[in-house]
């Protein structure tokens, strides 16, 4: 029997949810990935080693509200760099910039305290996953008002059927996923 590669067998830890938050959502549940010691260090390692390449190493990670916190605050603690949460508006008790962004049925704003990068800060955007693309190219507007730059947009799931990775990557931004659920 093959050995399961590392995508393959992060794929079988999440969980599909039929028909939540709504009828014909097959929601992609991350959180047996979290669950299991052997798993999650698996999970971060993945995102760790590809990050301490040198071309690829960060400054700082930035993880959007609120699974990316999970990520990205392990990944940066793992890389020894600082990481700077991105919130849902009304969150963060300093000086933020926001950033809007539509959503299917409506809008959402995101923050990110002012001193949170600086310019020329190389940036990680992390997130659990890409459905629209909406979130991270919020946090990313962000990042980049603050003189940052982004460096890759990193997640655990890509729903390549939803449009998320095309826009991201037609917008100039390199994306790292380990699973993509295509046509599901």
Known sequence: MQPLSVNDYLRQHIRTVPD???AGVQFRDITPLLQDPKVFRVLIDAFVHRYMDKALRPDVVAGLDARGFILGAVVAYELNVGFVPIRKKGKLPFTTV??????????ATVELHTDAVKA?????????LIATGGTMMAGRRLL???GATVTEGAAIV?????GGSDRLRASGLPLYTLVDFAGH
Not at 98 to 107: D, F, I, P
Not at 122 to 128: G, K
Not at 158 to 162: A, F, G
């Open 144 to 146: 980049e008002k603050l």
């Open 98 to 107: 926001e950033e809007t962004y539509e959503l299917e049925y409506g809008s």
């Open 120 to 128: 020329g800060d190389r940036v990680l955007l992390i997130d659990d």
């Open 20 to 22: 939540w938050p709504a």
């Open 158 to 162: 890509d729903l390549p059927e939803l």
